[in-house]
């Protein structure tokens, strides 16, 4: 069974800029959490989508943004980047069924630099 | 607010030793409990999953435990090798409405020298 997967691995950008990251669930996952890891902070919640709406949002601007598809992939969005941006960004999933609470995987993971 | 502590900071041990990693958390109302190791510039490794109602948990050569109540969990990790160096990550889900997300100690700079 494949595991969770994340594109592209590497992303450089410029101040201002903006950059989509994908992920691609395990299959029959339908849960997606996404989490912003850096030296400083350690790993922080950005959001989670189920059912292709969004169900917790952590304490991030509007800058971060994102979406699910109707086959579970999700992709977040960060507009206008800030050199603070820079961080390793990691999404995992989860077989979310009901209100069963499940283990979470997650992916290697997309590590942005902000220039 | 729900924070999570992970005590001690780094730890190295020679190979064979048994450790334990301890791990802190100051809401009690949490759903479940995830272990996770990680590999310098890689992404995470679900170790073990702890149910609220659960006790401990155990795969191979680990064994985690988690006392709700007090707000405490422990890694323990049997006859350590090199490939055990990583960071150990503990995270608390809190269910509900917070069910997605996961709330990460710092996290511990396991070293095992040979």
């Known amino acids: 069974k494949a595991g969770v997967t994340q594109t592209p691995r590497y992303l450089i950008k410029t101040r201002g800029q903006q950059v989509t990251l994908s992920c691609s669930p395990i299959s029959g996952h339908r849960s997606v959490s996404w989490y912003q890891q850096t030296p400083g902070q350690g790993l922080q919640f950005l959001f989670e989508?189920?059912?292709?709406?969004?169900?917790n949002k952590g304490n991030f601007p509007g800058r971060f943004s994102g979406r699910q598809f109707s086959n579970s992939r999700s992709e977040m969005n960060v507009s206008t980047l800030e050199l603070g941006d820079s961080a390793l960004y990691l999404c995992a999933s989860s077989l979310r069924t009901g209100f069963q609470y499940n283990e979470q995987f997650f992916g290697p993971g997309t590590r942005l630099t902000v220039l | 607010k729900q924070e999570v502590t992970q005590i001690p900071a780094a730890l190295s041990v020679p190979e064979g030793e048994n450790l334990v990693l301890n791990c802190s958390f100051t809401?009690?109302?949490?759903?479940?409990l995830q272990w996770f190791r990680q590999d310098p510039g890689k992404g995470l490794t679900s170790l073990l999953l702890?149910?609220?109602?659960?006790r401990e948990q155990t795969s191979g050569r680990l064994n985690a435990s988690l006392d709700k109540s007090s707000g405490r969990s422990t890694l323990y990790i049997a006859a350590s090798q090199p490939g055990d160096s990583a960071t150990y990550l503990c995270a608390v889900n809190a269910g509900g409405t917070s069910y997605g997300k996961l709330t990460f100690g710092q996290g511990t700079i396991l070293t095992v020298h040979p």
């Open positions: 989508y189920f059912s292709e709406t969004q169900r």
């Open positions: 809401d009690s109302a949490i759903y479940n």
């Open positions: 702890i149910q609220s109602s659960q």
